[in-house]
Structures are given as C-alpha cells and as structure tokens.
Nanobody
C-alpha cells in the first residue's frame, strides 16, 4: 500500500491549489481516503474525507465552502481543491487511507492506517 501526496506550493491569500493523492496497492471500493494537515509542533488535524463504499464526504468546519474533495476511482486518485486560501491553511498536508471504509471519524488519525509523506502548502498574507 502506498499513498503519494503532491501539489503543494506557495500561494497568496485568496489563491487556490489542487492537491493530488495517488494511491496504489488496494481497492478504492473498500477504503476511504482522508486529508489531514499538520503545522510543526501541533497535532495532525482532519480536513476532509471521501468514501466510495458509502458515498460519504466530510469536511472540517474550517474548510467548508472553500475546499472540495473528489476522486477518480479509475486512476486511484483523490484530489483536494483548495480555494480562497488563508494564511491559517499553511501546513503540511497528508493523505491517508481510512481502515474501516467510512469517513464518520475523518478527524481521528489513529483510524487511518497508511499515510503519504505529505506536501507543504504555504499561504502568504
């Protein structure tokens, strides 16, 4: 099982980025994929999650209306479109596989069993 996050970079406040998560070694039909972000010295926070098995999508309140998660199951890709970026969105973003196939606990990192290496998003003011 491997997950590879990409697409981070430096952007001005109000700008946008699209993160990609390439997954391999398992079937999207059986698992959910989540995005977390982490600032050095702080805990990892759940941002969004998508599950093909039950059709659920979740967003943290801090990103609702600005971020959109989507998937291309044929390519085993999950995307996070991030619009109207704010300086407080600055973090390393990780994608991860949710071990139970659902997103109800999208914020609970221990429920995710495989993690990508992360991609840095920096939003300047």
């Amino acid at each position: 099982v491997q997950l590879q996050a990409s697409g981070g970079g430096l952007v001005q406040a109000g700008g946008f980025l699209r993160l990609s998560c390439a997954a391999s070694g398992f079937s999207f039909d059986d698992y959910a994929i989540g995005w977390f972000r982490q600032v050095p010295g702080q805990e990892r926070l759940g941002v969004s999650c998508i599950s093909k098995s039950d059709g659920s999508i979740y967003y943290a309140d801090s990103v609702k209306g600005r971020f959109t998660i989507s998937s291309d199951n044929a390519k085993n890709m999950v995307y996070l479109q991030m619009n109207s970026l704010k300086p407080e969105d600055t973090a390393v973003y990780h994608c991860a596989r949710e071990s139970l196939g659902a997103c109800g606990n999208y914020y609970y990192a221990p429920e995710f069993d495989y993690w990508g290496q992360g991609t840095l998003v920096t939003v300047s003011s």
